[in-house]
């Protein structure tokens, strides 16, 4: 990854537009919700404009111009996403999302695969999109799904995993975790899976915008992620794929653009990635999502890890100051082990209320079960608020999160 | 929305009134607010007349969800069973006495749905929907 510059992350906001502009309430807008969505640089705003404006055409098909214009960009926006976690663009689907990249997975691998009697394992942390799909795919198959146990702090207990990996068909594991931050030791857990014959497949939704992703060095079988969670548009995600694997395994959607041949009663498939990509694609929004890859690789995935693990420590010791008025940090609460995430309740104060005070500050938090309604109940917390960072936040954002905790409290009486 | 956490709303969210449950309940509801996964169960009994005698409910969730709530046990005790099921969501704003943010009207609104689904016996609409 080229390094041009250290940048400051005061400089790195100026970039993203949303941030000019004050709250309603004529507040700085304190963004600390990126584990759901990130923000979007300009020129990622500005590719999607570009490509309306001037080369809007469908792709693999036209002969004209601005057709091959927008297969060329397509095309190089796929390989920029696949340089960036070290596969080739033969390997890399384009999806709607991480969710969708799992279904691809269940049902195209998982279909002709999975049997009755077949394990399939998962860990007690993951979000809904990584626990639902399997569900259902035990359902019709009739195999079952176990899950490598958490301990207290939230953290994967790997006593058990040899048994647990015996005879199992899948690992689908969070790269990191949504809830807590939790980076998942995933060169122990990998190997082990794959000795053991399962097939490996990572959900990188909160891994891939925030640490350096090698799925070559991983040596997973799929790699899920999204880029509405680093800087690019919503609507458009990826999934890696082993290419062996690729080629062996079915379509998922099927009809146009996906084929080679089609005869009334019969169909010869594309070669991937394209046999996975059926109907037109989301051109627009996987050429943005290209220009993200170039903003992230150029801020360089090195410096936005120190930068998270940096703000995420003097949140840490800001947080620890409201102890007094019963605030509560969940999870590793170690920066070298979490991403930069942190689940925390204010007293007896509910999140969502939580959540709308803060709002009147200007200060954007997640609140309720994040999608991992298993480990609230497993972990006993009815819900909790959420404050993630990301390259644009600074310690002005966090003092911002603690002042608007303080307000907070004295509502409450706290 | 910071004018919302009045005393008397603080004071309903940390003493609920009427919060428990009934020994043999005529009728009784619960439901999911699907935004936050809070859920609230009312229990009702209703006497020979149709009158609403005593109400509880039980539940967890935010101090929105559980004032109104509590409010609103209070509102429907006395109350004919078949008024209470033609309840609109002006009770509970008018049992509130401020604005409610769009994006809590659902929080609030919550005890009124389940309230209203327990006197009709079906599943009753969202009242900021109706």
Redesign the interface.
């Known amino acids: 990854m080229i390094h041009l510059r250290e940048r400051s992350a005061q400089e790195i906001r100026a970039d993203f537009p949303i941030f000019a502009r004050p709250t309603s309430r004529g507040k700085r807008l304190v963004y600390l919700d990126s584990a759901a969505t990130s923000q979007k640089p300009q020129s990622v705003i500005d590719a999607l404009d570009t490509y309306y404006r001037e080369y809007n055409a469908n792709i693999h098909r036209g002969v004209y111009e601005i057709a091959a214009h927008a297969t060329e960009a397509f095309e190089a926006a796929r390989a920029r996403v696949a340089r960036f976690i070290n596969c080739a663009p033969g390997e890399l689907v384009w999806t709607r999302n991480t969710t969708e990249s799992i279904n691809l997975v269940a049902y195209a691998w998982g279909h002709a695969n999975v049997h009755a009697g077949d394990t399939i394992l998962l860990t007690e942390l993951e979000h809904h999109s990584n626990l639902v799909p399997w569900q259902l795919l035990a359902q019709r198959t009739g195999a079952t799904v176990r899950f490598i146990p958490i301990d207290e702090r939230g953290m994967l207990v790997l006593d058990g995993i040899d048994r647990l990996l015996e005879g199992c068909k899948i690992l689908s594991i969070a790269h990191v975790g949504n809830t807590l931050g939790t980076i998942q030791p995933l060169d122990t857990i990998i190997p082990r899976a794959r000795a053991a014959g399962a097939l490996v497949v990572v959900d990188g939704a909160q891994a891939a915008p925030h640490l350096p992703v090698d799925v070559a060095a991983l040596d997973c079988d799929f790699y899920a992620f999204s880029a509405h969670k680093m800087l690019g548009p919503t609507g458009i995600g990826a999934l890696y794929g082993r290419r062996s694997l690729l080629e062996s395994m079915p379509p998922f959607l099927s009809g146009g653009d996906m084929i080679r041949t089609v005869a009334y009663d019969r169909t010869t498939f594309n070669e991937p990635p394209w046999k996975f990509e059926a109907g037109t694609s989301n051109i627009a929004d996987a050429i943005a999502f290209g220009s993200a890859i170039d903003y992230l690789a150029d801020v360089g995935l090195g410096w936005i890890r120190e930068h998270e693990k940096r703000i995420t420590r003097y949140a840490l010791e800001r947080l620890m100051t409201l102890a007094a008025h019963g605030l509560v940090v969940y999870g590793p609460k170690n920066p070298n082990h979490t991403g930069g995430v942190l689940s925390f309740n204010l007293g007896?104060?509910?999140?969502?209320?939580v959540a709308?005070?803060l709002?009147?500050e200007g200060v954007c938090v997640r609140?309720?079960?994040h999608c991992t309604?298993p480990l609230?109940e497993k972990m006993g917390w009815?819900?909790t608020a959420r404050a993630s960072f990301y390259l644009y936040n600074t310690e002005e954002d966090v003092d911002a999160l603690a002042l608007a905790l303080e307000?907070a409290a004295r509502?409450?009486?706290l | 929305?910071?004018d919302?956490?009045r005393d008397y709303i603080?004071d309903h969210y940390?003493n609920p009134r009427n919060f428990g449950h009934l020994e043999n309940p005529t009728v009784s509801a619960e439901e999911l607010n699907p935004?936050?996964?809070?859920v609230i169960r009312m229990e009702l009994r209703v006497d020979g007349d149709g009158i609403v005698r005593d109400v509880r409910f039980s539940g967890?969730?935010?101090?929105?969800s559980?004032a109104s709530a509590s409010m609103l046990t209070e509102s429907a005790i006395g109350m004919p069973l078949e008024a209470v099921a033609r309840l609109s969501k002006d009770v509970v704003l008018e049992n509130v006495g401020i604005g409610i943010?769009p994006?809590?009207m659902k929080?609030a609104m919550l005890g009124l749905r389940v309230l209203k689904t327990a006197a009709i016996g079906s599943l009753a609409a969202w009242p900021d929907e109706e």
């Open positions: 007896d104060v509910h999140a969502h209320d709308s005070i709002d009147t609140a309720g079960h309604m609230m009815h819900s307000k509502i409450f009486k | 929305m910071e919302f956490y603080l940390r935004l936050c996964g809070d967890k969730g935010c101090a929105i559980q943010s994006t809590r929080c």
